[in-house]
Each structure stands twice: as structure tokens, then as C-alpha cells.
């Protein structure tokens, strides 16, 4: 058992091997760095978070917090981004963190109620699930935000580096290892599915209530986010 990324300079050698075996009509696929923390944090509150459908929902607006709380989840610079060639600007990314069993989201440090909110929903069903027993690891590879530029979809891209991040992430040198993510839309959902992930569990969003009231009611066709798993 192994819960030690390997080290950082064989991690980008086995994402240079991985990105030469995807082509991108005038754009680039690249490892996350210090660097890009700032474009991505920009990308995904311009062209993830207008379409997310639970974010949209209940009108949550990411703050200085969100950034804090974003850049700490990432810090591991894992996340794979594909950038143009033409402008530098990011195009997609499939950003990957990595959860910890003896260190869970400490909701009462947040102080937005909105994100709370999220939270407290992607939360709900953590100890019953139990991820980390079923898999027998105490290290999570978490599939956190899958987006793509507004300009450049319906390409095919969010498929192309969803599979890049599935082989990058058989390289991290995690044993056993194991692959969480949340789905919180259909298009999102249907990548996870093609790509062999099991279905442990689907919260509804009409069935979802706090004080007996519905929580998220407007979520157009998205009707429920789904969690998967995959074992490496």
C-alpha cells in the first residue's frame, strides 16, 4: 500500500508520454502548475460555474473564500488543462485533487451559507458510503471539475481529457487506488459512465430536503447528481 504521490519530475514524464497520445486541433494539453492557479480559478468561475446546475440553482457566486477553499483542494497540481496555442488561454480542464480519509471537509470554517449549502449536499451520504472502507485506502483520487471554454464545445474535448486524466491518474503511484467523483449534470454523468465508472450512489434533486423543503428545484434536465467510483 502506497499513499505517496510519486515524485513530482516522474509525474510529468508520465504526463508527457500521456499528452503526446492526444491530439487538439491548435491547443495543448498541460499539468497543472503554481502558475496557472489564477487562469484557472478564472476559467472555471467564467465557463464552469454559469452552467453548473446546482451552483446556478440557488444563485451562488464564488468568493474570496471559494478561491482559498479551491486552491487548497488543488494544491497538489494534478489537474490536467488543455491550452491554446493561438491565445495561452485555458480551453478545458479536468482538475483532480486528492481526499483524505482522516481528513474530512470541515464545513464550520465556511462562512458563505451558499456554499455551505453545496457542501453539506455533496457531504450528506459520506460516512454511509464510506469510500475509503469499501476500497480499503485511506487516499481518494477525486474527479472535481470537468469544463470546457464556452467557444470551443461540442467538440468532443471534455471525453478527450476526461481519458487523459483516467491514465494520468493510474500513474500517481497510489496502491490501492481508486478514482470519486460527483456528476451534478447529465453531460457530465454520460462521460463517467462511458468510461467504465460504477454508480454508487444518485441523490435526487426532488428528493433532497432540509426543513422539509426542497433545496434545489430548478435544475432544468439535470435531475440528480450521481457519485462514481472506478478502482485503478
Same mark, same amino acid.
Given at each position: 500500500?502506497?499513499?505517496?504521490?510519486?515524485? &513530482?519530475?516522474?509525474? %510529468?514524464?508520465? !504526463?508527457?508520454?500521456?499528452?503526446? &497520445?492526444? $491530439?487538439? @486541433?491548435?491547443?495543448?494539453? =498541460?499539468? /497543472?502548475? *503554481?502558475?496557472?492557479?489564477? *487562469?484557472?480559478?478564472?476559467? +472555471?468561475?467564467?465557463? !464552469?460555474?454559469?452552467?453548473?446546475?446546482?451552483? #446556478?440553482?440557488?444563485?451562488?457566486?464564488?468568493?474570496? $473564500?471559494? *478561491?482559498?477553499?479551491?486552491? /487548497?483542494?488543488? #494544491?497538489?497540481?494534478?489537474?490536467?488543462?488543455?491550452?491554446?496555442?493561438?491565445?495561452? =488561454? +485555458? +480551453?478545458?480542464? &479536468?482538475? +483532480?485533487?486528492?481526499?483524505? &480519509?482522516?481528513?474530512?471537509?470541515?464545513?464550520?470554517?465556511? $462562512?458563505?451559507?451558499?456554499?455551505?449549502?453545496?457542501?453539506?449536499?455533496?457531504?450528506?451520504?459520506? =460516512? =454511509?458510503?464510506?469510500?475509503? @472502507?469499501?476500497?480499503?485506502?485511506?487516499?481518494?483520487?477525486?474527479?472535481?471539475?470537468?469544463?470546457?471554454?464556452?467557444?470551443?464545445?461540442?467538440?468532443?474535448?471534455?471525453?478527450?481529457?476526461?481519458?487523459?486524466?483516467?491514465?494520468?491518474?493510474?500513474?500517481?503511484?497510489?496502491?490501492?487506488?481508486?478514482?470519486?467523483?460527483?456528476?451534478?449534470?447529465?453531460?457530465?454523468?454520460?462521460?463517467?459512465?462511458?468510461?467504465?465508472? $460504477?454508480?454508487?450512489?444518485?441523490?435526487?434533486?426532488? %428528493?433532497?430536503?432540509?426543513?422539509?423543503?426542497?433545496? !434545489?428545484?430548478?435544475?432544468?434536465?439535470?435531475?440528480?447528481?450521481?457519485?462514481?467510483?472506478?478502482?485503478?
Amino acid at each position: 500500500m502506497s499513499d505517496k504521490l510519486r515524485p &513530482r519530475h516522474e509525474l %510529468e514524464q508520465a !504526463f508527457n508520454s500521456i499528452a503526446k &497520445r492526444f $491530439e487538439f @486541433k491548435d491547443a495543448h494539453l =498541460e499539468l /497543472m502548475s *503554481d502558475g496557472r492557479q489564477a *487562469d484557472l480559478l478564472t476559467f +472555471i468561475k467564467e465557463h !464552469f460555474h454559469p452552467d453548473e446546475p446546482l451552483i #446556478k440553482c440557488i444563485g451562488y457566486t464564488a468568493d474570496e $473564500e471559494y *478561491d482559498q477553499l479551491a486552491t /487548497m483542494i488543488h #494544491k497538489d497540481n494534478l489537474s490536467l488543462l488543455l491550452v491554446s496555442d493561438k491565445t495561452n =488561454e +485555458i +480551453i478545458a480542464c &479536468r482538475t +483532480i485533487g486528492l481526499g483524505h &480519509r482522516d481528513e474530512p471537509y470541515d464545513l464550520s470554517e465556511l $462562512e458563505n451559507e451558499k456554499l455551505v449549502t453545496l457542501f453539506k449536499f455533496f457531504t450528506h451520504k459520506n =460516512e =454511509e458510503m464510506d469510500i475509503y @472502507k469499501r476500497f480499503n485506502t485511506d487516499t481518494s483520487i477525486d474527479f472535481l471539475v470537468l469544463g470546457t471554454h464556452k467557444d470551443h464545445r461540442k467538440q468532443g474535448i471534455a471525453s478527450k481529457i476526461f481519458q487523459a486524466a483516467l491514465l494520468f491518474s493510474k500513474e500517481l503511484g497510489l496502491k490501492p487506488a481508486f478514482i470519486h467523483g460527483d456528476a451534478t449534470g447529465v453531460y457530465s454523468q454520460r462521460i463517467f459512465e462511458k468510461s467504465g465508472f $460504477e454508480t454508487l450512489h444518485t441523490f435526487k434533486y426532488d %428528493e433532497y430536503k432540509v426543513d422539509d423543503e426542497i433545496v !434545489f428545484k430548478d435544475t432544468g434536465i439535470h435531475k440528480s447528481t450521481k457519485v462514481y467510483v472506478k478502482q485503478l
